[in-house]
């Protein structure tokens, strides 16, 4: 059998004399197994610390020099260059820029890990969040030739207290996703408020469409798992970590928020994650006499450097 614990007690007469002994056996596989068990899960949990101080030691020492190639090479493209080497100059960008990000995002992740990433609290408009990251990622859906709209019903109340920065990192994210996978048609980003719960916190619910090449359903089982890809074939053609996405879950959470996806390939994908924030009920919301008087406000960028 399995190892056991052997514990004797002396067995004596009326005089005290030892004439034998009382031997009892408790099988102890189990308690055994429980302990290599939490051996097991104390070294994987010291491996992971040092992991993950490594990862953060290692993304410091690299940030700094990438700065100074980013800054340097930004004074560089001042200069007057020909043809080709602006196009060189471009390709430090570019790179220089996919490294930095790859470097920020594994800080992310070991800040997470250790449950060190704390959220900012300030007043920021929502709607000039998701306008300004529209903006930024347009030049990419113009050299595509796709349409990239947002939507944000101007009656609805956008003004509240939160971290700006992490929730222009999650719609940043979604929103090049959607340009990178998307060849041809439309990236739709659409933000609306939730049920109110609460006259201090609201919800709001952020949606990007796209009319992309789209995810399997075993596919979408891996998308917010870190260092995931959901093709690796795809991820040579288009790139990618695998962290992004994981990241944005994690944000999302510490919101008090969750992620999701809706897929079919070849039918494009609307991705989507909530996200709630603390809002002055001493403020009025906006209000309009009917829907009918309401403007609806389209951002359409790839349109918009078309026509200029």
Known sequence: GGPACLRCKARRDLDGNVVGCIAFAQDVTSVRRCMEQEVILTKVKAANESKSEFLATMSHEMRTPLNVICGMNGLLAEMDLNREQMQLVEQIKASSNSLLFLVNDILDLAKIE????????????????VESTVRDVASNAVHKDLELVSLIHPSTSTVVDGDPSRLRQIVNNLVSNATKFTEKGTVFVLVEQDEATSSCVRTFRFKVYDTGIGISEEGQKKLFCRFSQVDSSKTRSYGGTGL?????????????????????PGKGSMFWFTASFHVDDSVPDLTFPSKEHAHTHTLSHAEHVKKG
């Open 114 to 129: 250790k449950g060190m990433m704390d959220l900012t609290s300030e007043s920021f408009d929502i709607r000039d969040i």
């Open 244 to 264: 992004g996405l994981a990241i944005c879950k994690e944000l999302a959470e510490l919101m008090n928020g969750t992620v999701g996806v809706e897929s079919e």
